[in-house]
């Protein structure tokens, strides 16, 4: 909307200023009404309307243009473009679009255009440098040509912009702070439900054990005993699997191959759905962020797979090659749609992305006769090489 609400702007303003031009042309002649409406609207235009010769000399300005750069019409006509879009301040982002101004150099952009992309930087004339974005056109006479440059300031748009951007960076961190918060009381209350309420029960097992060797229970009190000791054994299991589920120990204590190994194999048992593990146990010993991050995406990975995909078999393959890790994770399910990583209030695959962003590294999820989701992700030097 924004976008076409632009190239209105821009087409209406050119259209006009090309009526503009021919009315200063000696021989148009064109008094009319239409020509004279025209002019008005030039005039009264919000935006800054400039025409030039092909030496960059301004012939004619509008009241706009002149209060965009801070000085008056009468100042501007004569003077050169030069004066007002100073050659080194000119910020050229990319070479394919963009149209040359003459043999000027200067370069606006009609198309893709987006928020933050600006190409010229005005110069008010008190010296204050300032963001432009407008459009050119030409317009020939004879032999020589007459430019129109029409121009509006964003400088309220480029700061909206680094806001926005600057929030954006914030909620990133925001969010990375929360998972490794997340991560940590995660991790604090397995090892205490193991450590802690594990030890109690183990040891409530043992006393049950002594109390039914000895003898002066009836058979009665012995089925009791016996039922305790069924409830407890299945407590320490509820208590082990909650516990497990919530931070696997083989992350702390056996490390990412194992802790992955028991990812795939749990799926396995749980889903009917085959998973292959390719790694190299040595090759996956790393520091707690990389642990801990690969092992969540594998889980989501998995978590969706059993959800949507429909799958027979998944490949999950994690190798070290030099300073990087490359994962896969390859289902041959019915494939992922575009429109389904957007999803509103799907937070799996945001989540990998933002996992992976925070790692610094690539992430690509494909439909490639099921779904692929292919991950780059550079290792820091100083994280524990490979056993090599
Ligand atoms: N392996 C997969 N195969 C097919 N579709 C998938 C797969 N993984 C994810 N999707 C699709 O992508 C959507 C978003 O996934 P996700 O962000 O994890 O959210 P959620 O799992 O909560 O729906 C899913 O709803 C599903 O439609
Ligand atoms: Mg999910």
């Keep these: 909307m924004a976008r076409n609400r632009t190239m209105l702007w821009l087409s209406t303003g050119i259209t006009l200023a090309l009526y503009w031009l021919q009315r200063q042309r000696p021989a148009a002649g064109n008094n009319g009404p239409a020509s004279q409406r025209s ?3 030039i005039q009264h235009a919000s935006d800054a309307i400039i025409s030039t010769d092909e030496e960059q000399r301004i012939l004619h300005a509008n009241p706009a243009a002149a209060a965009m750069f801070d000085t008056t019409v009468q100042a501007m006509e004569g003077a050169l473009l030069q004066d007002y879009l100073p050659r080194d301040q000119r910020q050229y982002h990319d070479n394919t679009a963009g149209r040359y101004f003459g043999n000027t150099g200067i370069r606006l952009r009609m198309k893709g255009r987006r928020a933050g992309d600006y190409l010229v930087t005005g110069q008010r004339s008190h010296g204050q440098l300032f963001p432009l974005e407008g459009s050119i056109s030409a317009l020939n006479e004879g032999e020589h040509s007459i430019y129109t440059i029409i121009l509006r300031d964003i400088t309220e748009r480029k700061q909206v912009q680094e806001q926005l951007e600057q929030s954006y960076a914030q909620l990133r961190e925001l ?29 409530l097992r043992v006393d ?74 040595e090759e996956l010993i790393m520091d707690d962020a990389y642990t801990t991050a690969i092992f969540r995406i594998a889980q989501e990975a998995l ?6 995909a429909e799958a027979s078999k998944v490949l999950l393959s994690v190798q070290r090659q030099q300073h990087e890790l490359q ?43 099921g779904t692929r989701i292919s991950i780059r992700l550079p290792l820091p030097s100083q994280a524990p090489a490979t056993a090599d």
């Design 39 to 41: 002019r008005s609207i």
């Design 175 to 203: 969010s990375a702070a929360l998972q490794t918060i997340r991560e940590e009381e995660r991790k604090y209350i397995a090892r205490e439900l193991h450590d802690d309420l594990g030890q109690l029960l183990a040891t």
């Design 208 to 281: 049950l054990a002594l109390l039914k060797r000895t003898q002066q229970y009836g058979p009665a009190a012995r089925k009791l005993l016996t039922g305790m000791d069924t409830l407890l054994m299945s407590a320490i299991t509820s208590l082990r699997r909650i516990a497990s589920n919530l931070r696997p120990r083989a992350l702390d204590e056996g490390g990412l191959y194992y802790a992955l190994e028991s990812l795939c194999h749990d799926f396995v048992n749980r889903y009917g759905i085959a998973c292959q593990l390719q790694a190299n146990e």
């Design 303 to 308: 978590t969706n797979i059993s959800r949507h």
């Design 327 to 369: 994962i896969e994770i390859q289902d041959d399910g019915r494939g992922i749609a575009e429109q389904d990583m957007d999803k509103a209030m799907a937070f799996g695959l945001l989540g990998m992305r933002e996992r992976v962003r925070a790692l610094h590294g690539e992430i690509a999820i494909l439909s490639d006769g």
